[in-house]
Structures are given as structure tokens and as C-alpha cells.
């Protein structure tokens, strides 16, 4: 069993940085996939990263890569999302999301451990 739980997320003008964190419960967390999806008003749950736990390999939708970079740091049960040069059109909530699959997925179907999200606003 694995509990989420995000922080991390305000407020922000364009351009600007955030780094969300996602720390985890439970002894076995080192060996889960974890993830970043976003959700914005009115629309459907995005992939944004994922990182793997063998070889830490992470993963990006092409709309953020070159600004956001997925880390994790397992002796603190952690994982982050730097979160560079801000658009608007970031604004979302951001969920964490693990699973003790082998590799990164971008279906938010393969994850079966979700946070309660945060909400990362970008003002223009």
C-alpha cells in the first residue's frame, strides 16, 4: 500500500518556476513507477512525466519537454517536478501517481496509487 501526497503548487507568472513534490508512504515506494499527470478545468487527465525506479529514467510529454525535469530521491520516499518556464496554459492540477509496474506509463490507468493533487495556477 502506498499513500501520496503532493505539494508544491501556487501561484505564478509566466515564466516562472515551481517544484512540486510528491512524498510517499510505505516500505516498497523505492520500487514503484511514479508519475506526474495534470488535469486543467473541463478537460481530460494528462500525462506530464514519469520516472522509473530501477534506472530512474524518466519520461516526458512533449509539451514540457526542456522545462520540466522529474527526479526522485528514494532514502526520503520523494519524487519532484521542477517546473520551468511557466505558460498559462500549465495551469492544471498536478497528481502523483505510482505503480509497482517495470516501466513508466502514460495511461493513468496503469497507476493505481493517485494524491489528492495540487493546483499550479500561471498568470499572463
Known amino acids: 500500500q502506498v499513500q501520496l501526497v503532493e505539494s508544491g503548487g501556487g501561484l505564478v507568472q509566466a515564466g516562472g518556476s515551481l517544484r512540486l513534490s510528491c512524498a510517499a508512504s510505505g516500505r516498497t515506494f523505492s520500487r514503484y513507477v511514479v508519475a506526474w499527470f495534470r488535469q486543467a478545468p473541463g478537460k481530460e487527465r494528462d500525462f506530464v512525466a514519469a520516472?522509473?525506479?530501477?534506472?530512474?529514467?524518466?519520461s516526458y510529454e512533449n509539451f514540457v519537454k526542456g522545462r520540466f525535469t522529474i527526479s526522485r530521491e528514494n532514502a526520503k520516499s520523494t519524487v519532484y517536478l521542477q517546473m520551468n518556464s511557466l505558460k498559462p496554459e500549465d495551469t492544471a492540477v498536478y497528481y502523483c501517481a505510482a505503480s509497482p509496474r517495470v516501466g513508466a506509463s502514460k495511461s493513468q490507468y496503469d497507476y493505481g496509487y493517485w494524491g489528492q493533487g495540487t493546483q499550479v495556477t500561471v498568470s499572463s
Open positions: 520516472i522509473n525506479w530501477s534506472d530512474q529514467a524518466p
